[in-house]
């Protein structure tokens, strides 16, 4: 497969569609059982208060694995994104309620570079604070 977007069709500020992703204490188990990752401070309120957190929070890597679903919905592929990277900068909190939490993201192409690559800038924002820095991919045009 290749993205179905063409590098000829790109210019530099086109905006991605924005999408919100829920997540809730279930999904965080489900990750937590996909990944491994049974850290208590993504399960266990009381542990997680106890060591600083104001409640259970998701997985860093889920939330970066949230983030750059915008970009491979765009592309139309996966594998089209060659190069990812963030900074984690605040938690995502997970309350114990039937809502839990949303994490927003947009994006932008922010540079145009060889090869039919691009660099998409990413912004994921949960309770209104930027959840993830420095988030950058790079991917591969058709």
Do not use: C
């Not at 530099?12 to 919100?20: H, N, R, S, Y």
């Not at 912004?123 to 820095?133: F, H, S, W, Y």
Request: charged share 25%; no cysteine.
């Amino acid at each position: 497969m290749t993205a179905k977007i063409a590098y000829d069709e790109v210019e530099v500020g086109t905006e991605l569609p924005a999408q919100t992703f829920p997540v809730t204490r279930a999904t965080l188990v489900r990750y937590a059982g996909a990944s491994g990752d049974f850290n208590p401070i993504h399960w266990n309120e009381k542990f997680a208060k106890e060591v600083g957190l104001p409640d259970v929070i998701a997985h860093g890597m889920f939330t970066m694995a949230e983030a750059i679903r915008v970009v491979t919905d765009w592309a139309g592929d996966p594998a089209a994104v060659v190069e990812y990277g963030v900074r984690f900068t605040k938690p995502v909190v997970v309350p114990n309620d039937d809502e839990g939490a949303v994490i927003e993201v947009s994006a932008k192409v922010a540079a145009k570079l060889d090869d039919r690559r691009v660099r998409v800038d990413l912004t994921a924002v949960a309770a209104g604070q930027k959840v993830l820095g420095m988030s950058r991919a790079v991917v591969q045009l058709g």
